[in-house]
């Protein structure tokens, strides 16, 4: 028969899962509120960049690289800098030592962030499922694998496109394009 062990510890393991689903959904309630109804502002790229690398570690700083051929983007600011710092993260989570990097051009009437790091890339199945939510190639218990899903839900909301381009030992490529004007 059954040992009294087992059972305890797959509702352990439950309960854990479901407070980590809990904390989660918290987060995301909290961010989305600050976004909901947030309008498109003109967003000053060299202060993105700023914004961003404030909130990397010293080392990560060093390591973000930046350039930009146009002054400003129109978008919600809060919600562009929180998905540059999600894609800008999932970089450095990619690679230990390389740089990540983003340029931003113009391109007709659209603005296109390009994000590169120097990480190990992802696999075809990786690529495939980079956006799901909850995926991960990561072993960090603090990041849900909910950047990429939520860089792709503001894209997708503002009618723009996000792209990856990615293989094993090769650097990960993300583009994102968002219209700009009528």
């Known amino acids: 028969l059954y040992g009294h062990h087992e059972p305890i510890e797959g509702k352990e393991l439950i309960r854990e899962e479901l407070e980590r689903c809990r904390r989660v959904l918290d987060r995301m309630a909290s961010a989305g509120g600050e976004h ?13 960049f700023a914004e961003v690398r404030t909130r990397l570690s010293s080392e990560q700083a060093e390591r973000w690289v930046t350039s930009t051929e146009v002054e400003t983007i129109e978008a919600p600011a809060t919600a562009l800098v929180q998905m540059v710092e999600n894609i800008a993260r ?10 990540v990097s983003l340029q931003v051009r113009q391109l007709d009437r659209a603005v296109e962030l390009c994000f590169f790091d120097e990480g190990h890339g992802m696999d075809e ?24 899903f939520l860089a792709r839900t503001l894209v997708d909301s503002l009618g723009g ?14 583009r994102v394009m968002l219209p700009q004007g009528s």
């Open 161 to 174: 496109r996000l792209s990856i381009e990615s293989g094993s030992d090769r650097g990960t490529t993300i």
């Open 125 to 148: 199945q990786a690529l495939r499922r980079a956006t799901e939510p909850f995926f991960t190639t990561k072993n960090k218990s603090d990041r849900m694998g909910l950047g990429l």
């Open 36 to 48: 909901v109804g947030e309008t498109p502002s003109s967003v000053t790229i060299e202060v993105m």
């Open 90 to 99: 999932n970089g450095f989570d990619a690679c230990d030592e390389g740089r």
